[in-house]
Structure formats: structure tokens, C-alpha cells
């Protein structure tokens, strides 16, 4: 494009800059793994990222709407799955990277609150069964659409179900029963997984 020509962002209006914008991301998710949803103020996300409130307001017109925007970004981000060109191993790249997620500090403290602050805030509620699940479904759900195509899964394998098999097990072991990270414990799930897949 040719610069002399571009008329540059529109007057009048506020011009967010990217630097601010990832200050006062890395800001919210360490105030809200500090306090909890329920105590999460814009002001203490403004004091933590050294910058005015209304930097703030100008991108979210609340903490909820705030919450549910950078945690969207953030969850739906992490989902990526590389295509190994096996089964096995995109199935083993989804929980390791899975499991590296939920065993982060600031993780391991959110998503429990998160979760409790869903059966009192319908946004929140909405935003981790709709936009986050949904979206997340759809790009892990990739894994077993190829496994189909390369014919290492039946036709008619149910990938609904599937999905619920590759996030269960591994949810469970590590965030609600904090399993330790011992050697071959994520190959084995892998396998486990994978023969219930194709059962």
C-alpha cells in the first residue's frame, strides 16, 4: 500500500497501542490468579500494569466483558494442535501441551475460580461453554478428522465423543487430582486414548 496514500487511524478516535494492550493482559491474569474474580477490580488491573483506568475503559466497558475477552483470546489460542502426521502423535502433542498449560502457576489458580464464578456470572459461564469450548472443540477436533482421512480412525468414529475422551482423563489427572508429571505418564494416556477411540 502505498503510504502517501493512507490516511493513518481515524481522528478523534483512541488509538490503543499494543504495548499497553499486553501490559495490562500480563496485569489482569496476575491480578485475577492474586484475588480471584470476585475481588478483580479495573483499578487494581490499572495500578498492576502501571497505567490509567481509563486505558482500560477504552478497550472494555467492564471487568466482566475485560475477563471474558483476554481469557477467550488466551484459551482458544492455547488449542493449536500440530499435525505430527500420526494419531499417536498429535494425540501426545495435545496433551503435553495441555498438560503444560494446566500445571502453569497462574492457570492452576484461575481456571478453578473461573469455573465457581460461572454458576453466579452468565457471561463468564457463557464465555467458558460457548466461545472458549466450542472454539477449542473445533481445532482439536482436527486431530481426529485427519486420523479419519488417513484412515487410522473408522468412518464413522464418533468425534464428539472423542473429543470428551482426550480432555477428561487428562483434566482430571492433572488439575482436580494434581497427579504428578512422572515419566511415560501422558504416553500411556495416549495409548488408552487412542484405544478408545478406535474401540
Given at each position: 500500500?502505498?503510504?502517501?496514500?493512507?490516511?493513518?487511524?481515524?481522528?478523534?478516535?483512541?488509538?490503543?497501542?499494543?504495548?499497553?494492550?499486553?501490559?495490562?493482559t500480563?496485569?489482569?491474569?496476575?491480578?485475577?490468579?492474586?484475588?480471584?474474580?470476585?475481588?478483580?477490580?479495573?483499578?487494581?488491573?490499572?495500578?498492576?500494569?502501571?497505567?490509567?483506568?481509563?486505558?482500560?475503559?477504552?478497550?472494555?466497558?467492564?471487568?466482566?466483558?475485560?475477563?471474558?475477552?483476554?481469557?477467550?483470546?488466551?484459551?482458544?489460542?492455547a488449542?493449536?494442535?500440530?499435525?505430527?502426521?500420526?494419531?499417536?502423535?498429535?494425540?501426545?502433542?495435545?496433551?503435553?501441551?495441555?498438560?503444560?498449560a494446566?500445571?502453569?502457576?497462574?492457570?492452576s489458580?484461575?481456571?478453578?475460580?473461573?469455573?465457581?464464578?460461572?454458576?453466579?456470572?452468565?457471561?463468564?459461564?457463557?464465555?467458558?461453554?460457548?466461545?472458549?469450548?466450542?472454539?477449542?472443540?473445533?481445532?482439536?477436533?482436527?486431530?481426529?478428522?485427519?486420523?479419519?482421512?488417513?484412515?487410522?480412525?473408522?468412518?464413522?468414529?464418533?468425534?464428539?465423543?472423542?473429543?470428551?475422551?482426550?480432555?477428561?482423563?487428562?483434566?482430571?489427572?492433572?488439575?482436580?487430582?494434581?497427579?504428578?508429571?512422572?515419566?511415560?505418564?501422558?504416553?500411556?494416556?495416549?495409548?488408552?486414548?487412542?484405544?478408545?477411540?478406535?474401540?
Amino acid at each position: 500500500m502505498d503510504r502517501s496514500t493512507d490516511p493513518g487511524p481515524p481522528r478523534g478516535g483512541p488509538v490503543l497501542q499494543d504495548s499497553v494492550t499486553a501490559a495490562i493482559t500480563s496485569a489482569f491474569f496476575e491480578e485475577l490468579a492474586a484475588v480471584g474474580y470476585g475481588r478483580l477490580s479495573m483499578e487494581a488491573v490499572a495500578r498492576r500494569a502501571g497505567s490509567g483506568k481509563a486505558a482500560l475503559y477504552r478497550r472494555w466497558p467492564s471487568k466482566e466483558a475485560m475477563t471474558v475477552d483476554l481469557v477467550v483470546q488466551v484459551s482458544v489460542r492455547a488449542a493449536d494442535t500440530p499435525d505430527t502426521g500420526t494419531l499417536r502423535g498429535d494425540v501426545l502433542a495435545f496433551l503435553t501441551a495441555t498438560d503444560q498449560a494446566l500445571r502453569h502457576p497462574l492457570v492452576s489458580r484461575i481456571l478453578p475460580d473461573l469455573l465457581a464464578s460461572a454458576a453466579y456470572h452468565p457471561a463468564i459461564a457463557a464465555a467458558l461453554g460457548e466461545e472458549i469450548g466450542t472454539a477449542r472443540r473445533r481445532k482439536v477436533g482436527a486431530i481426529l478428522r485427519r486420523a479419519v482421512e488417513r484412515g487410522e480412525l473408522p468412518e464413522d468414529a464418533d468425534v464428539d465423543l472423542g473429543l470428551d475422551f482426550m480432555a477428561g482423563p487428562l483434566y482430571w489427572g492433572t488439575a482436580i487430582r494434581r497427579a504428578p508429571a512422572g515419566p511415560g505418564r501422558l504416553e500411556r494416556l495416549t495409548d488408552m486414548i487412542i484405544a478408545a477411540l478406535g474401540a
